[in-house]
């Protein structure tokens, strides 16, 4: 599976931006999907994971009730909805997926992983 991120960009604190995670091949409906995230001098951190079907989500408590994740399994597409940015939202976003169909938390649990896009949120 290989993953394209793309949707980053600069956004004033308070908007809104969404991210997309397109994945080439037949199987994307195989793989549990995450974002992560890694802020400069930051260990790389998790933000949200979802299920092959969608019917499980998980957030990161810092991204919680802010950001959305989901997925369009017939466009072999996943996607992160960042709504109410702040700065410390600032990182470049990756996108990962898992064989297993499951959620999780773990970067180590990823076998793919996309190029990463920046967001920056100004003050």
């Known amino acids: 599976v290989q993953l394209q991120a793309c949707g980053g960009g600069l956004v004033q604190a308070g908007g809104s931006l969404r991210l997309s995670c397109a994945a080439s091949?037949?199987?994307?409906?195989?793989?549990?999907m995450g974002w992560f995230r890694q802020a400069p001098g930051k260990e790389r951190e998790f933000v949200a994971t979802?299920?092959?079907?969608?019917?499980?989500?998980d957030y990161a408590d810092s991204v919680k009730d802010r950001f959305t994740i989901s997925r369009d399994n017939a466009r072999n597409t996943a996607y992160l909805q960042m709504n109410s940015l702040k700065p410390e939202d600032t990182a470049v976003y990756y996108c990962?997926?898992?064989?297993?169909?499951?959620?999780?938390?773990?970067?180590?649990?990823?076998?793919?992983w996309g190029q990463g896009t920046l967001v920056t949120v100004s003050s």
């Open positions: 990962a997926a898992k064989a297993g169909r499951t959620i999780s938390y773990s970067p180590g649990r990823y076998d793919y």
């Open positions: 091949g037949r199987t994307f409906s195989s793989y549990g």
């Open positions: 979802i299920s092959w079907s969608g019917s499980s989500r």
